[in-house]
């Protein structure tokens, strides 16, 4: 699992070599299935399709900014699925019960919130696999959301300002797309151009070093859980402002979504490389590989099967371009 | 709650007492359910109808849920016979994948019930007809589209095409609808993965693609919200639209009924009543007694406020109406089944 | 970086039956086991029967036998999450040769044709090209589930020729007690706990993945060693999907899902850890078995599904949890 860490790592350390080339790849791939689309199916550049588009990657890569920075550190969170079906459930419950937006949202972010921090706890402290410990809690949220409520919490208050983030506009841009742009763009800064960003780096690249330079490994991973878990917040809020219900059901494979297509944007598993942008880039091939095998008329089961080949091939080409940089 | 719902449940039982014929039989002390999906809505509906009744008749039933695992359910099975329940209820998680449980249970001689659909060597099975609900829900979406939509119907089918029994509801309200309007068309055939989430998804996909459509159909409640939240999100008025959902499985569709413009019809599949008639089967395979190889559960179109007749609701409770259910009649045999599609 | 036992494996000669099944690290899993076993017990009268305890070995034995190649993956260093839709992929060639053919061995021979090919693909991708294992064998994993459903139709292939000898390997039991499939999954067990700790390979295994870099250095061929654990995940995989296409008569394309959480959940629970060149087989089938009862028991205490998530996720976390707090013990 390890044995191509040696190069990664001088990489994640020298920040310089963080734009690396390794998107032209995908933008290259993104293209070519732009192009390709819409050559055999005009619809697909019409502005109800890109909007379409837009707001399934809004709420993958509002969870997807979080997910990079945990692969960044070398953690990973397979909760996020089962965790985004619950946050709805309580975001639609608590603003039944208090008639009000705000404190629906503020639940939603505390309880999601919550879990990461049980993530983080678990891995920091308890020392387990994060993959291992992100199984339990994904069991336990499952399990868990069917004691909270058996039934999809319905929408009782009729308030219009919980719709509309999900399902509102500002001019012709979709809410939810703004407020994914927005967390995309801290998400930059932060990983790029701060310090807890270039520790996450180093963190992820050799836990060691980094302990031995005084770094506190445990904590800045410890926030990364809770940062993700935050993010699902948002998107469960979003997901249950879209669907007009709280579902208990919602989120299945959600997890695999999201890991999918930050590997697919060049994020390492075994830590310390990455970039938002390649994340960006990376949701963005997934849903429109989605998108297009709808609008094609394809046989949906391929909606399967290409992502499986993509994350490999994309995969593969990367070892390729690095072992040519390194010669 | 709970004195109020044992007191309308005491009440419900009087009424099926009278129509029951369980009198004279032998009671089983125990009845087994393994269960496909526990804690999908209309299971948990179905298990409410099978706990009910068993109440009435005064013995228990015992669930364990498969939960959508083929082995699970083979396991689930395995453990009951062990523990010695006296019948067998099973809803497959996979038809053929009970063929072998199914011979082993004969080995063994304990009686089992199946619901949901036939599986080869079965000895009765408890179910309603997919395909006459859809037929009979896209009958009345075809009146009313020749009332309302200009007599025109384009269709978004919000399906799932991994079972039979949906892809059997779909192509059911396909041929009803044409009886009314000749020349509806199915202008989207999805695969919503019977979630509301996916449905969303590839609904949204497929507005995109050609929102010339107006009439959205779902297998289930969760396949047509996710379509109608789909229009909605693409900014479309829902003036003329009709959306069809079909199950009537939980308070969704109640809340959507009364809620959204174009939520006007609802093939309603009473699940309580499923659960009732597997639990009277049980009761006669115990005994020995003939029993059909097919019992068909009733279902009927509801039309706009017509759930009100067969439920009530009490905040998140919903409460069914035995007496009016008992009345739907069921037909004797479905106009289409599974088999009719591997042909 | 965790040491290499492969010195204390190979010194490990001491008598006594227990120390011979079980080192040390396991007698706290074969407590753990039985603390289930006798909570069980007491807490239902119907559990603890000669029927109820071979019934659960049944149902464990297919995870168990994946477990044993998933384990094997892991102590190389590597992950394989493939099998959860490889048990449902081989179950196709399985039933298509016997209902062409009538012949069991050719239908296992054409399920085993399958699962070697995934194993090669598996192996060539993450050991020769490198790429990262868990994406590699995540990829395999969509790609075979939805060849499943795009083969077939997302119906399931009934077996036609319904041959005595095919139902009986998954549903028979020995002298009436004991299933079948149980006894396949311990003498498999039995066979790769003496590979991997008596023979030159299982040495290898342990060095490659306790310490890439000095195996290497020791001569040993790192990608080769890697490449084989991949075959033999895919064909113990195999095997499981086969017993399984038999306990369901068909080959049915919903079978597997979440099997590879179950199965990696327990062999990690097992004491096999994800980074390497640590753990051993009988723990691995432990962790499985410490699973297969807790679903039985929770099954029989009437729990619903719910509880039984949320409990079994817990105690995940409670074992491995003290497990990593048991091996930073000095």
Known sequence: MTTDTLPARKRGVSLSALTDNSQIVLIGLLAVLCIGISLAAPQFYSPDNAIAILRQCALVLIVAVGMTMLLVAGEVDLSVGASLAFTGCVAMDVTNRTHSVVLGALAALAFSGAVGLFNGLVVTRLKINSLIATIATMMILQGGVYLYTREAVQNHHLLDAFTAIGAGYVGPVPIPVIIAAVIFAVGYVTLRFTLFGRYLYAVGANLRAARLSGLRAERLKLLAFVITGLLVGVAGLILASLMNAGQPTAGRGFELTVIAAVILGGTSLAGGRGTLFGTLLGVLVLKIVDNGIIILRWNQDLQMVVPGLVIILATWLDIVRRRNDAR | MRKLLIGLLATSAVAVMVTGSAFAEKMPKKVGYVVNYATHEWYQNVIKGMKDRAAQLGFEVEVKDANLDAAKQIAAAEDFMSQGVDVLIITPVNEDAVVPLLRRAKQENMPIVLEGNPVKGMTTLVAICDYDTGYHAGVEA?????????????????????????????????????????????????????????????????????????????????????????????????????????????????????????????????????????????????????????????????????????????????????DAVNAVKAPDKCMKTAADLKK | MPQSPSLSASGSASPGLARILFRRSEIGLVVALLAVILFFALASDTFLTVRNLTNVLGQASLAMIAGVGVAIVFISGEVDVSVGSLVAAVAIPLITVMNATESLALGIAAALALGLCVGIVNGFLAAYLGINSLITTLGTLFILRGGVYLYTGQKAIPDDVMLESFFQLGNGRLFEVVPYPALIAFALLLVFAYVMRHRTFGRKVYAVGGNPEVARLAGYDVKRVKFTCFIISSLLATVSGILLASRLGSAVHVAGLGFEFQVVAAVVLGGVSLSGGVGSLFGAALGVLILSFLSNGLGMLDLATEWQLVITGFIIIAAVGFDEWKRRQP
């Open chain 2, 142 to 322: 075809g009146k009313y589209a020749k009332e309302h939509l200009g007599g025109k119907a384009k269709v978004m089918n919000v399906g799932l095409p991994l079972l039979s029994a949906t892809v059997l509801r779909s192509n059911g309200f396909m041929d009803g609808i044409k009886t009314e309007v000749p020349d509806a068309v199915m202008v989207h055939d999805l695969d919503g993965g019977g979630n509301p989430d996916r449905s969303f998804e590839v609904s949204a996909a497929a507005l995109a693609q050609n929102g010339d459509v107006n009439v959205i159909y779902g297998i289930n409640d969760s396949s047509s919200l996710g379509g109608l939240q789909a229009w909605k999100a693409a900014g479309k008025s829902q003036d003329d639209l009709l959306v069809v959902g079909t199950g009537g499985e939980g308070l969704a569709f109640i809340n959507a009924i009364e809620k959204e413009p174009s939520y006007k019809i609802e093939a309603a599949m009473f699940p309580e009543k499923v659960g009732f008639t597997a639990i009277d089967a049980a009761v006669k395979l115990y005994n020995k007694e003939e029993v059909p190889s097919w019992i068909v559960s009733p279902t009927t179109p509801m039309l706009g406020d017509g759930w009100k007749k067969y439920y009530s609701v009490d905040g998140n409770v919903r409460t069914i109406n035995w």
